[in-house]
C-alpha cells in the first residue's frame, strides 16, 4: 500500500483575496464613517476620512497574506518561540512604520492641512496597529490549524479508502482459490470417466477465469455482465450433475444495468448447489431472482435442498461458516457498509433463500469490445460453444447464450468417436455406466448368441 503524497504548500487563491479585500473594505467604510461622525463638521471630514480609512484599510489587506505567511514560517514548533516572538516583534513594528506612513501620505492628499510630524503619529497608533496585527497573527495561526486538521483528515480518509480497497481485493483473490478448488475437484471427477466432457468444462473455466481478468480492478459490474459471468459456472454444474440440475434466472430487462458487486453471484449460486442439492437423492432447482424495490435492488437465490443445518446461521442471518458466503457478506460490508443487507433463511417450501439488498444504480452497458481484453478473451469472439474442434484449440466464445439455452448433454458417439457414451447418473460423484449395446445379454451372461 502506498501512503498519499504530503499535501503540497496552497497558494494564497483567488476566493481567499476576495474575502480578505471584501472584509477589510468592510471594515475601512466603518472606520471613515465613525471617523467622519466624530469631527466637529461630519460632512466637511467625510472627504478625507473616508478615503484615508480605506486606504489604511487596503494597506492592512495587502500585508494579511504576508502576516499568515510569517506566521507559518516561524511559527514555535519549527523555530522555537525565541524566534518566533523576534520575528513577529520585528514584522509588527515594520507593519505600523508602513501603515502610518501611507496614512500620512493618503490624509495630505485628500486635506487641506500640512501633514503631522511622523514619529509623533507613529507613537500615537502604535498601540492600535499592534493590536491589528496580534490579531491577523492569532487568525493566520488558526487557519494554519484548521488547514492541518484537513490534511490529516483528508489522509485519514484516503488511508481508510486504500485499507478498504486493499480489503476487497484480498476478498476477491481469497474467492479466487475457492473457486478454483472446487472447479478443478469437480473436473477431477471426470477426467477419467468422461474426457471429453472433463475438456469441456476446461474450456468454461478458462472462459470465466477470462471475464475474471478482465473485470478486475473493478467493484462492481452491471448485472447482466454479472449473470454473463455466472453461465461458465454454470455450466460446469451441469456438466457434472446433467439433467440433475436446474437453474432458472428470472431477472428483468429493465434491471439488467444495475450495478453488483464483481462475482457476488457465483459463491451464493455454489453453495445453493453444494450444500444444498449436492447431498440430496434427485433433482434439484435452482433459481437467481432479482427485483427492484424503490431505491433499492434485491437480489434472491433460492434453492430447494435440504435446508439449513445447524451452525450456519448466525443470530442476526449471517452465515458463520463457508468461505464463499463468509466473503460475499464481508465484501458487501465493505462496499455499503450499514447500507446493505445480508441474509440467509429457511425457504418456506424448502431449501434456502439467500436474499441480498443493496442500493440501486445503473452503470453504462458493457462495451461489445474493451480495450485491454486479455487475449485468451478478445480473440475468440465467434467459436461456437458447441464445436468439438474449438475445445482443441482453445478458442473459446466469450459471447455466451443465455442460461435457458445453455443444457449441456454428454457427447454422443458421432461427435467424439470415442465409442459408446456415458449414462449420465443423477448423484453428486457422477459415476459414469456404460450403456448396454443392442442385443447384449444382461450382466453375467452371453444373451442369445450364448445359448446356441
Given at each position: 500500500?502506498v501512503a498519499?503524497?504530503?499535501?503540497?504548500?496552497?497558494?494564497?487563491?483567488?476566493?481567499?483575496?476576495?474575502?480578505?479585500?471584501g472584509?477589510?473594505?468592510?471594515?475601512?467604510?466603518?472606520?471613515?464613517?465613525?471617523w467622519?461622525?466624530?469631527?466637529?463638521?461630519?460632512?466637511?471630514?467625510w472627504?478625507?476620512?473616508?478615503p484615508?480609512?480605506?486606504a489604511v484599510?487596503?494597506?492592512?489587506?495587502?500585508?494579511t497574506p504576508?502576516v499568515?505567511?510569517l506566521?507559518?514560517?516561524?511559527?514555535?514548533?519549527?523555530v522555537?518561540?525565541?524566534?518566533s516572538?523576534?520575528?513577529h516583534?520585528?514584522a509588527?513594528?515594520?507593519?505600523?512604520a508602513?501603515?502610518?506612513?501611507?496614512?500620512?501620505?493618503?490624509?495630505?492628499?485628500?486635506?487641506e492641512?500640512?501633514p503631522?510630524?511622523?514619529?509623533?503619529?507613529?507613537?500615537?497608533?502604535?498601540?492600535?496597529?499592534?493590536f491589528?496585527?496580534?490579531?491577523?497573527?492569532v487568525?493566520?495561526?488558526a487557519l494554519a490549524?484548521r488547514?492541518?486538521?484537513?490534511?490529516?483528515?483528508?489522509?485519514?480518509?484516503l488511508?481508510?479508502a486504500?485499507?478498504?480497497?486493499?480489503?476487497?481485493?484480498y476478498l476477491?483473490?481469497?474467492?479466487?482459490?475457492?473457486?478454483?478448488?472446487?472447479a478443478?475437484?469437480?473436473i477431477?471427477?471426470?477426467?477419467?470417466?468422461?474426457?471429453h466432457a472433463?475438456?469441456?468444462?476446461?474450456?468454461?473455466?478458462?472462459?470465466?477465469?477470462?471475464?475474471?481478468?478482465?473485470?478486475s480492478?473493478?467493484?462492481?459490474?452491471?448485472?447482466d455482465e454479472?449473470?454473463?459471468?455466472?453461465?461458465?459456472?454454470l455450466?460446469?454444474?451441469?456438466a457434472?450433475?446433467?439433467?440433475?440440475?436446474e437453474v432458472g434466472?428470472a431477472?428483468?430487462a429493465?434491471?439488467r444495468?444495475?450495478?453488483v458487486?464483481?462475482?457476488i453471484l457465483q459463491?451464493?449460486?455454489?453453495n445453493?448447489?453444494?450444500?444444498?442439492?449436492?447431498?440430496?437423492?434427485g433433482?434439484?432447482k435452482?433459481?437467481?431472482?432479482?427485483?427492484?424495490?424503490?431505491?433499492r435492488?434485491v437480489?434472491?437465490?433460492?434453492?430447494?435442498?435440504i435446508?439449513l443445518r445447524?451452525?450456519?446461521?448466525?443470530r442476526?442471518?449471517?452465515?458463520r461458516q463457508?468461505?464463499?458466503?463468509?466473503?460475499?457478506?464481508?465484501?458487501?460490508?465493505q462496499?455499503?457498509?450499514?447500507?446493505?443487507?445480508?441474509e440467509?433463511?429457511?425457504?418456506?417450501?424448502g431449501?434456502v433463500?439467500v436474499?441480498?439488498?443493496?442500493?440501486?444504480?445503473?452503470?453504462?452497458?458493457p462495451?461489445?469490445?474493451?480495450?485491454?481484453?486479455?487475449?485468451g478473451?478478445?480473440?475468440?469472439?465467434?467459436?461456437?460453444?458447441?464445436?468439438p474442434?474449438?475445445?482443441?484449440?482453445?478458442?473459446?466464445?466469450?459471447r455466451l447464450?443465455?442460461?435457458?439455452?445453455l443444457?449441456?448433454?454428454?457427447?454422443?458417439?458421432?461427435?467424439?468417436?470415442a465409442?459408446?457414451?456415458?449414462e449420465?447418473q443423477p448423484?453428486?460423484?457422477f459415476?459414469?455406466?456404460t450403456r448396454?449395446?443392442a442385443?447384449a445379454?444382461?450382466?453375467?451372461?452371453?444373451?442369445a448368441?450364448?445359448?446356441d
Open positions: 500500500m498519499p503524497a504530503a499535501p503540497a504548500s496552497r497558494p494564497f487563491s483567488p476566493p481567499a483575496w476576495a474575502i480578505v479585500a472584509a477589510w473594505t468592510v471594515f475601512g467604510v466603518m472606520h471613515g464613517i465613525v467622519s461622525l466624530s469631527a466637529p463638521q461630519p460632512w466637511a471630514a472627504r478625507w476620512a473616508m484615508t480609512a480605506l484599510a487596503w494597506g492592512w489587506a495587502l500585508l504576508l499568515f505567511r506566521t507559518r514560517w516561524v511559527a514555535p514548533s519549527r522555537g518561540w525565541a524566534r516572538i523576534g520575528a516583534a520585528l509588527a513594528l515594520g507593519c505600523a508602513g501603515i502610518t506612513w501611507w496614512r500620512r501620505l493618503v490624509l495630505a492628499a485628500f486635506s492641512w500640512a503631522e510630524s511622523y514619529l509623533p503619529v507613529l507613537l500615537y497608533w502604535l498601540d492600535v496597529w499592534l491589528v496585527y496580534a490579531s491577523l497573527v487568525m493566520g495561526h490549524v488547514r492541518r486538521y484537513v490534511d490529516r483528515t483528508v489522509r485519514a480518509h488511508l481508510e486504500q485499507l478498504s480497497r486493499a480489503q476487497l481485493q476477491e483473490l481469497q474467492l479466487q482459490p475457492h473457486f478454483l478448488f472446487n478443478l475437484n469437480a477431477s471427477e471426470l477426467a477419467h470417466e468422461a474426457p472433463a475438456e469441456r468444462m476446461l474450456r468454461r473455466l478458462h472462459a470465466l477465469l477470462a471475464i475474471s481478468l478482465e473485470r480492478g473493478r467493484d462492481e459490474v452491471t448485472l454479472e449473470l454473463a459471468a455466472l453461465e461458465p459456472y455450466d460446469i454444474q451441469r457434472r450433475f446433467s439433467d440433475w440440475l434466472v431477472v428483468p429493465s434491471l444495468r444495475a450495478l458487486p464483481h462475482l459463491p451464493l449460486v455454489e445453493a448447489i453444494r450444500h444444498g442439492l449436492s447431498v440430496r437423492q433433482a434439484g435452482v433459481v437467481v431472482r432479482a427485483e427492484r424495490k424503490g431505491e435492488l437480489l434472491w437465490v433460492e434453492d430447494d435442498g435446508g445447524r451452525g450456519e446461521r448466525s442476526d442471518g449471517v452465515p463457508g468461505i464463499g458466503l463468509r466473503n460475499a457478506s464481508e465484501r458487501l460490508r462496499l455499503y457498509g450499514a447500507g446493505h443487507r445480508f440467509l433463511r429457511e425457504a418456506a417450501m431449501g433463500t436474499e441480498l439488498e443493496i442500493p440501486y444504480r445503473e452503470g453504462d452497458p462495451a461489445a469490445q474493451r480495450p485491454g481484453l486479455p487475449p478473451a478478445s480473440a475468440i469472439g465467434a467459436a461456437p460453444l458447441d464445436d474442434a474449438s475445445w482443441r484449440t482453445g478458442e473459446f466464445a466469450t447464450p443465455s442460461l435457458s439455452r443444457a449441456l448433454q454428454p457427447p454422443d458417439d458421432a461427435t467424439t468417436g465409442g459408446p457414451a456415458p449420465w448423484s453428486g460423484s459415476r459414469a455406466a448396454e449395446s442385443g445379454s444382461p450382466a453375467g451372461g452371453s444373451g448368441t450364448g445359448g
